[in-house]
T-cell receptor, first 114, second 111 residues
């Protein structure tokens, strides 16, 4: 299994509070991704990174920001959480751009915004 | 916007039955992947198909990529309770390479 951890695994927070989710990898892969998974929507890309300090937006990036100061860590921040951001968040990594079809996923973080 | 439609969304069958899951789009993809996800875990890649018409087999699972590279199917023969899970297809955009995921098919195989 690819060495990907996510923290926290579960979080309950209140509307308007900031939240940061962490993804940590031990594979030294260049590319990292944040997805959210909601019933009926599959996985949707929030942001991705193609190197340290190099990031770009995905299809559902509004309300989210990311940072990558080290190869192994990719942080996802909800500046002011809203109930619509209640979801399961997955981090993924790949060696090649978009993984040439092979992305390895972390175990996920279940976030509830009350 | 590219879309991948999976059908059916839910499937509940008895052990030993056969089933097929479909993944359809009006867009052409450079490759298509199938993932399996168990509760509380992240998706795990099962297979990648690249060539139109390509067929790949993984034990009792058969994956096919449509000739026009717009659709794919996953066929499971003699389903087992261990096949229970969420199956996701994902297509790689022909221009950008970004993965576009289908909504998923939840499969329950009853003993």
């Amino acid at each position: 299994d690819a060495g990907i951890t996510q923290s926290p695994r579960h979080k309950v927070t209140e509307t308007g509070t900031p939240v940061t989710l962490r993804c940590h990898q031990t594979e030294n892969h260049r590319y990292m991704y944040w997805y959210r998974q909601d019933p009926g929507h599959g996985l949707r890309l929030i942001h991705y990174s193609y190197g340290v300090k190099d990031t770009d937006k995905g299809e559902v990036s509004d309300g989210y920001s990311v940072s990558r100061s080290k190869t192994e860590d990719f942080l996802l921040t909800l500046e002011s959480a809203t109930s619509s951001q209640t979801s399961v968040y997955f981090c993924a990594i790949s060696k090649d751009r978009w993984g040439q079809g092979t992305q390895y996923f972390g175990p996920g973080t279940r976030l509830t915004v009350l | 916007t590219q879309l991948l439609e999976q059908s059916p969304q839910f499937l509940s069958i008895q052990e030993g039955e056969n089933l097929t899951v479909y993944c359809n789009s009006s867009s052409v993809f450079s490759s298509l992947q199938w993932y399996r996800q168990e509760p509380g875990e992240g998706p795990v890649l099962l297979v990648t198909v690249v060539t139109g018409g390509e067929v790949k087999k993984l034990k009792r699972l058969t994956f096919q990529f449509g000739d026009a590279r717009k659709d794919s199917s996953l066929h499971i023969t003699a389903a087992q309770p261990g096949d229970t899970g969420l199956y996701l297809c994902a297509g790689a955009d022909s221009n950008t390479g970004k993965l576009i995921f289908g909504q998923g098919t939840t499969l329950q195989v009853k003993p």
